[in-house]
């Protein structure tokens, strides 16, 4: 790679408001123009030229672009032999563009998946890479989870950002009900003035005045619905961004175990921002109106006013008696219904296997059950609901009343004319409006309080780094990857899963990993890729704690293959690029070491076959296959593999020893939990027996497989045929050895 070009390094620290001063970096370069360079590593080339120009605390790494987050743009990007400025934009809010410009050339704008790696014969240091600086106003996160109540917070973030729309939404609303007073006083003048009189040059008049005020009231409740919609809009795109990368950010051990609940989880939002947005403007606005209009009515009525401002305790009351008794109602209902989303995800899921064990009766059963508790819940809550409503109708149809009975009074007394008793009955009428909004608001509230429980039960759930926290960039490839002083347990788990004192992996390991099923070998590869956090130890990753190290650079480091590989909707190509574009070439040559290929040469469509949800359409085999083609591509230091052979035949298992072997550095680290160690023990290092969490067994080959081999053989069945007692024969894939026992 030649060195970073100055110009382009100045147009990255101005896009990243880097405080650096540019005629210093300017003379820095100058300088180091005049000696040769005492490395040719870019990150350690840029570094030395920020510090000489006075910028120490610069934090920056070497990426392969296929493991970099786009969401990190802008960066110094190594594309097709050239230093580019590489920015990310987002069209029409959806379509992702990268534009890379470089002096004295033509800017590009590219897909992200337009940027290929592993091209035809390149060397490492010819793939596609970023320069990526770490700066603290980088970093803009915040930390919700210590916030007692997360999701209102986030809801009021978002619906503040911008807080313009509150003031427009505010006076247009201000001046609809002021535009309400014209409206009553024109009732006034009427019965007052013009009915006794018939003056119809001054009906006109005032007809002319009502009509422009009408035109006005239109204009503003338009706007006002037009702004309110806009806001909801883009705050409900935030806020759902932000649950579902919260969300996709949390430690993989803290996620609910319902998904119902997790689904309903991620969408509650959306109800709370609706009220809170709304009940905003009526709190802002609505309700000091209501009270202004109850001082208007006692000018205009005197003890008119008492009627309607006695009106407000009853409806108080009313409302609070309400949502007191829907609290337990609309918990129960919200339950349940979560658990029978996560039954209907289940029963999807799961259609073959209910089919096969006669078991979808079960299932029908609790689904019935499930929709009787909810429909039983939902009765009582309408029930609830719609007597509130029907008495707070009644209060105000009441208050009405008795506003004119008290007016005739007053009539009759001479301290109100009929045209103030009609004003005051119409000025009533924008009272009892807001009354009745605020009612059903204190029930919404109750639903409303529900969802905000549930997001904050998720946004309360750790993610894998804490925001804002400052994360380590080492720019040296580990050599080695352990735990030390480990304990792990899954939340609400009774048992440790994992307890081990120390265990460290070198550079040029070649691991087995080995015990009885629900050892703990899942657990400990998923720790070791980062997945799962332990609540006590540290796991670390050269000399750094793991969980203290940018999340892009150990996935850049650590490859790992889960024991159940996922596909999703889309197409085979589409699910072996999963973590970026990678060049035909190394496509090619990774399915066909796989005999993947074969899968693509069988169907019309090759690469761009269907994969329909969850990855139906491949067989168990296959997608095991494709799982590995993920890793095979991503080219790894660290290889983490579970069960990378449980579905495959003898055949294909060795085609996969082979090409990972080829693909293998001799630096590189490979892990590998496996029930079939047969096919790899004689490449194998090292051979590690888990059991109950713990290391039982450590060491060379050839001195830990005899021990298994030999209890293997031991305790396998023996049968007896014509009176002759003879010992099975070993399987291949000999799962004896695996206990360890
Ligand atoms: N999500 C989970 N919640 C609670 N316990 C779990 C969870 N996943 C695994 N366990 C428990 O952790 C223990 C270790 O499981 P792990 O998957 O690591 O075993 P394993 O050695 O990989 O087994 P196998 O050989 O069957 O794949 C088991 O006792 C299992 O029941």
Not at 334 to 343: A, I, K, Q
Not at 427 to 454: C, F, H, K, N, T
Request: proline share 5%.
């Amino acid at each position: 790679m030649i060195p970073v070009p100055l110009s382009e390094l100045l147009a990255l620290l101005d896009k990243l408001h880097a405080p650096v001063n540019k005629a210093a970096l300017t003379q820095a370069y100058a300088r180091a123009q005049t000696v040769p360079p005492l490395t040719d590593r870019p990150q350690d080339q840029v570094r030395g030229l920020l510090s000489d120009a006075g910028m120490k605390d610069v934090r920056l790494a070497l990426l392969p672009w296929r493991r970099f987050d786009p969401r990190h743009l802008p960066a110094l990007m190594w594309h097709e032999q050239a230093w580019w400025l590489a920015e990310r934009h987002i069209e029409g809010g959806n379509t992702d563009t990268l534009t890379l410009t470089r002096e004295g050339a033509e800017s590009r704008t590219l897909a992200p998946d337009d940027i290929v790696t592993g091209a035809p014969g390149t060397a490492a240091g010819d793939e596609t890479a970023v320069l990526w600086f770490s700066l603290a106003s980088h970093v803009q996160s915040e930390n919700l989870s210590d916030s007692e109540n997360p999701a209102m917070r986030l809801v009021w973030r978002e619906l503040l950002r911008d807080r313009s729309w509150v003031f427009r939404v505010v006076a247009a609303t201000l001046l609809v009900n002021i535009l309400a007073i014209p409206t009553s006083l024109f009732a006034m003048q009427v019965y007052d003035r013009v009915v006794p009189t018939l003056a119809w040059a001054t009906l006109t008049t005032l007809v002319v005045g009502m009509v422009l005020v009408v035109g006005l009231d239109w204009l503003l409740k338009t706007l006002r619905a037009r702004i309110m919609d806009s806001v909801a809009s883009s705050v409900d795109k935030r806020l759902s961004q932000h649950v579902y990368e919260h969300l996709l950010h949390l430690q993989l051990d803290q996620q609910p175990g319902s998904l119902g609940t997790l689904a309903a989880q991620v969408g509650a939002l959306d109800s709370v921002r609706q009220v809170v947005s709304a009940g905003l403007v009526f709190g802002i606005v609505d309700l000091p109106f209501a009270f202004l209009f109850i001082g208007l009515i006692g000018l205009i009525g005197g003890p008119v006013g008492w009627v309607y401002l006695g009106m407000l305790p009853v409806a108080l009351a009313l409302g609070l008696y309400t949502r007191l008794r829907l609290r337990r109602l609309t918990r129960q209902q919200m339950l349940r219904s979560n658990e029978r989303l996560g039954l209907l995800v289940d029963s999807i899921r799961g259609a073959e296997t209910l089919r096969a064990s006669h078991a979808g009766w079960r299932f029908a059963q609790d689904w019935q059950t499930l929709s009787n508790s909810i429909a039983g819940y939902s009765i009582q809550q309408k029930s609830l609901t719609q007597f509130c409503t029907n008495t707070t109708g009644s209060l105000s149809t009441l208050a009405y009343v008795m506003g004119i009975v008290v007016g005739v009074w007053g009539v009759e007394a001479g301290y109100l004319t009929t045209g103030g008793m009609v004003a005051c009955s119409i000025l009533g009428g924008r009272v009892i409006g807001p009354v009745s909004q605020g009612v059903q608001y204190l029930m919404q509230w109750q639903q409303v309080r529900e969802a905000l429980d549930m997001v904050n039960n998720l946004l309360r759930k750790p993610t894998e780094r804490r925001p804002g926290q400052t994360l380590l960039l080492p720019d040296r490839l580990p050599q080695h990857i352990g735990v030390e002083k480990l304990r792990f347990a899954f939340p609400q788990s009774p048992v440790q899963q994992l307890n081990i004192p120390a265990l460290h992996f070198h550079a040029g390991e070649r691991v087995l990993l080995l015990g009885p099923v629900g050892g703990g070998k899942s657990t400990l590869l998923k720790i070791l890729a980062g997945l799962y956090r332990p609540g006590e130890g540290r796991v670390r990753l050269g000399d750094a704690d793991l969980w203290e190290i940018d999340p892009q650079l150990v996935s850049a480091q650590v490859g790992y293959l889960p024991q159940a590989v996922q596909l999703f909707k889309g197409t085979l190509r589409s699910n072996l690029m999963l973590a970026g574009a990678v060049s035909d070439t190394t496509l090619t040559e990774v399915t066909r070491d796989l005999a993947l290929d074969q899968v693509a040469a069988g169907n019309p469509l090759g690469m761009d076959m269907a994969i329909s949800e969850g990855g139906s359409g491949l067989s168990g085999g296959q997608r095991q296959l494709v799982g590995l083609a993920r890793v095979l591509m991503s080219r790894p230091r660290i290889w983490l593999l579970d069960e990378p052979t449980a579905s495959l035949d003898g055949e294909a298992e060795t085609r996969v020893w082979k090409a990972l072997q080829a693909r293998l550095q001799p630096e590189d680290i490979l892990i590998v939990a496996t029930h079939r160690p047969m096919a790899a023990v004689n490449f194998a290092t090292r051979v590690l027996v888990v059991q109950e969490g713990t290391v039982v067994r450590d060491g060379a080959p050839d001195k830990v497989m005899p021990g298994l081999m030999a209890r293997a053989t031991a305790s396998r069945p023996t049968v007896e045929v014509m009176n002759v007692k003879t010992r099975m024969p070993a399987a291949s894939n000999s799962a004896g050895v695996l206990n360890g026992r």
